[in-house]
């Protein structure tokens, strides 16, 4: 069974840019939840979806922001990059509430 | 609101030996849910166990198994015959039942020395 994909990996943008990563997860699983993690602010949540519904969405500007498709597949979008947005972002699924999430090997966001 | 604290920014530990990675946590509910997750240099968040508040045991995987106490808060892991492979970032989590946004910890590193 293939695990939670994030894709790309790696990223670099400039300032004032903006990105979208992508995450699939496992097959079955209807609640993705996105996470930044930087070592100063530690790992952070941004927002959960399930079923194409954003349920949840953490302390973040609104240049953040999610969708999830259909097939569950999520894309988080982060609009006029600032430095400070450089981090790993990690994706998650979970097959139901209460349950344990798994998680993606992340995308390193570097902005520059 | 809940909050999770890892108090061990870092341990070590020898190899084969057995050591204890600290977690407290604050919350005025009653049902919830909490996990230890380990963060290898490759980044991803592996699940090492999980542990429901209203199960009075104790978790066990495997060399791994917690310390609940509830009164107290308090949620320890305990790595017996600790091995190369658990040096890694060992981070705490809450998740209230009901919901899916984890809160975690700081994290501690783990160096397991040879």
């Known amino acids: 069974k293939a695990g939670v994909t994030q894709t790309p990996r790696y990223l670099i943008k400039t300032r004032g840019q903006q990105v979208t990563l992508s995450c699939s997860p496992i097959?079955?699983?209807?609640?993705v939840s996105w996470y930044q993690q930087t070592p100063g602010q530690g790992l952070q949540f941004l927002f959960e979806?399930?079923?194409?519904?954003?349920?949840n969405k953490g302390n973040f500007p609104g240049r953040f922001s999610g969708r999830q498709f259909s097939n569950s597949r999520s894309e988080m979008n982060v609009s006029t990059l600032e430095l400070g947005d450089s981090a790993l972002y990690l994706c998650?699924?979970?097959?139901?509430?209460?349950?344990?999430?798994?998680f993606g090997q992340g995308t390193r966001l570097t902005v520059v | 609101a809940q909050t999770v604290t890892q108090s061990q920014p870092e341990m070590s530990v020898q190899e084969a030996e057995t050591v204890t990675l600290s977690c407290t946590y604050d919350?005025?509910?009653?049902?919830?849910?909490l996990f230890w997750y380990k963060q290898p240099p490759s980044r991803q968040m592996i699940l090492v166990i999980r542990?429901?508040?209203?199960?009075?045991q104790n978790a066990t995987e495997n060399r791994f198994s917690v310390n609940f106490q509830k009164a107290a808060k308090s949620f320890s892991l305990k790595i017996s015959d600790s091995q190369l492979g658990d040096a890694a970032m060992y981070f705490c989590?809450?998740?209230?039942?009901?919901?899916?946004?984890?809160?975690f910890g700081t994290g501690t590193r783990l160096k397991v020395l040879a």
């Open positions: 989590a809450y998740l209230l039942s009901g919901t899916y946004k984890y809160i």
């Open positions: 542990q429901e508040a209203y199960k009075q």
């Open positions: 097959s079955g699983h209807r609640s």
């Open positions: 979806y399930f079923s194409e519904t954003q349920r």
């Open positions: 919350t005025s509910e009653s049902d919830y849910y």
């Open positions: 998650a699924s979970r097959i139901s509430m209460n349950t344990e999430a798994f």
